[in-house]
């Protein structure tokens, strides 16, 4: 099945240790999207790629970063990770960017734990 | 900017009756709006969406919702709940024109009991 994997699905850090989340998906996808969701509170939009081009959200921190090296995978890098960085983070994929003929499909999240 | 306000964190219905979540909107333009569904330890999954066509919306498992635009308002309803349908349900909105972003709602966990 055609689908959108995330891993690893937990992931420890230490405090001001580089870590980074990794996202696949075999739908062939054009772009790909982070989104932050923390405990009880709406998944948030970090950033998106439209096959390579990088699209940032304002109020994303600089510590994130992505890559996306091939339309396949996409990678999610917290470079300084901080307390405050603990959350679950959620891949999504769509063929497109108009939500009216694009449904975003999301991966399983990976539960990132700082300690 | 656009955002949405879903009213009750928490929702607990019996098994067989009905379930109504509520979802507000604010826009300054028509928008796109969205009901996602989380299972435990999965990914959001499309329930249904409102795209300016038709504004009763049926979507998957037996759900709807209705665009009310005096309103502003996009409440998910469906009839006869089932133990199954247990989960946390988002709404999300994204403007016309705009593409990409959706932003969501805070969640409504629902439970189903006997």
């Known amino acids: 099945d055609a689908m959108v994997i995330q891993n690893p699905r937990y992931q420890v850090t230490q405090f001001g240790k580089p870590v980074t989340l990794s996202c696949s998906q075999t739908l062939n996808h054009n772009v790909m999207y982070w989104y932050q969701q923390k405990s009880s509170q709406a998944p948030k939009l970090l950033f998106h790629y439209y096959d390579k081009d990088f699209n940032n959200e304002a109020d994303t921190p600089d510590n994130f970063q992505s890559r996306r090296p091939n339309t396949s995978f996409c990678f999610l890098d917290i470079r300084s990770p901080g307390l405050g960085d603990a959350a679950m983070y959620l891949c999504a994929t769509s063929a497109g960017r108009d939500p009216k003929y694009n449904e975003q499909f999301f991966g399983p999240g990976t539960r990132l734990t700082v300690l | 900017a656009q955002s949405v306000t879903q009213l009750g964190s928490h929702v607990s219905v019996s098994e067989g009756a009905l379930v109504l979540l509520r979802c507000n909107y604010s826009?300054?333009?028509?928008?796109?709006l969205f009901w996602y569904v989380q299972y435990p330890n999965q990914g959001l999954q499309l329930l249904l969406k409102?795209?300016?066509?038709?504004?009763l919306v049926k979507g998957i498992n037996g759900f709807e919702a209705e665009f009310k635009k005096s309103e502003t308002s996009f409440h998910l309803t469906k009839p006869s709940a089932h133990m199954s349908d247990a989960a946390e349900y988002f709404c999300?909105?994204?403007?016309?024109?705009?593409?990409?972003?959706?932003?969501f709602g805070t969640g409504t966990r629902l439970q189903v009991t006997l």
């Open positions: 826009s300054s333009v028509p928008p796109y």
């Open positions: 409102y795209t300016s066509a038709a504004t």
């Open positions: 999300a909105v994204s403007l016309t024109g705009t593409a990409s972003k959706l932003t």
